[in-house]
């Protein structure tokens, strides 16, 4: 089991506090949804979570192990692809497989990668195409892959789909669903950033609102086993529509706060 602990974390940059007191608790399996405006602290955190950067003070628990340090424990999704333009996608996969599973032969990888690709929704050409013949959203599916073929039980998503048009982004939001979804007996927890609120109410299970840094968490919400969203009660289920509202409220009256401080100061 991997549930994960988040306890007091506080962290800052250059003299200036990013993230204050932030504290949470998810259980193994969990799709946790860090919603929020740009630049509040949400990519900040989930660098926290990847072990790429250590906070000032509290801690962050995996079991009953601490956080300490990057990890193929926790696989990580960019917004930018993060694939080697000088390698075949089939290679970049291949390259990060070889530091998980030393002791499988190339061909063994290769059976898993392709294996990946197309669980994806790519077919067994794109394993020899380099990144740049690839469109933007078959690179994030090739990155997903990557992801997935590694096997982390812990997922991070940073804003992965925040530059694909609307018609991809809801295509491959459909597919990480489904591919969560299907592990049910080894389901992974996945932390996934985005400033969606529609996004946030889709994919989650739990869903965490940072305020304007430095940033707390400001609201929570838990969705029940039966109460997951889908597409269509995004627009006509009233309870949906209601949590929607209030999201977007949250989210708003924290900037104007935010603004009438800034004017007060100047």
């Given at each position: 089991m991997h549930d994960?602990?988040?306890?007091?974390?506080?962290?800052?940059?250059?003299?200036?506090?990013?993230?204050?007191?932030?504290?949470?608790?998810?259980?193994?399996?969990?799709?946790?949804?860090?919603?929020?405006?740009?630049?509040?602290?949400?990519?900040?955190?989930?660098?926290?979570?990847?072990?790429?950067?250590?906070?000032d003070s509290g801690n962050i628990l995996v079991g009953d192990n601490e956080l300490k340090g990057a990890s193929l424990d926790r696989g990580v999704v960019f917004q930018d692809y993060?694939?080697?333009?000088?390698?075949?996608?089939?290679?970049?996969i291949i390259l990060s497989l070889q530091q998980k599973f030393k002791n499988e032969s190339k061909k063994e990888l290769k059976k898993r990668a392709l294996y990946y690709l197309e669980r994806v929704g790519l077919d067994k050409a794109t394993f020899d195409k380099y990144p740049n013949e690839l469109?933007?959203?078959?690179?994030?599916?090739s990155a997903i892959c990557r992801s997935f073929a590694l096997d982390p039980p812990i997922l991070l998503m940073d804003e992965p789909f925040g530059a694909l048009d609307a018609v991809t982004r809801a295509k491959l939001q459909d597919m990480v669903l489904d591919l969560w979804r299907k592990d049910k007996e080894n389901r992974k927890t996945i932390f996934f950033v985005t400033h969606d609120?529609?996004?946030?109410?889709?994919?989650?299970?739990?869903?965490?609102?940072?305020?304007?840094?430095?940033?707390?968490?400001?609201?929570?919400?838990?969705?029940?086993?039966?109460?997951?969203?889908?597409?269509d009660s995004l627009f006509n289920n009233k309870e949906i529509l209601d949590l929607r509202n209030k999201l977007i409220h949250i989210i708003n009256k924290d900037i104007e706060e935010k603004?009438?401080?800034?004017?007060?100061?100047?």
């Open positions: 994960i602990t988040v306890k007091n974390i506080m962290f800052s940059y250059d003299k200036e506090l990013i993230l204050e007191n932030i504290s949470m608790k998810i259980d193994s399996g969990d799709f946790v949804c860090l919603l929020g405006q740009s630049g509040c602290g949400k990519s900040t955190f989930l660098r926290l979570m990847a072990g790429l950067s250590e906070p993060s694939l080697f333009p000088w390698l075949t996608t089939g290679k970049n469109s933007g959203g078959m690179r994030q599916r609120v529609d996004e946030a109410l889709l994919l989650s299970t739990k869903i965490f609102v940072f305020g304007s840094s430095p940033s707390k968490i400001i609201y929570t919400h838990s969705f029940g086993d039966e109460e997951k969203v889908d597409r603004i009438n401080l800034k004017e007060i100061i100047i």
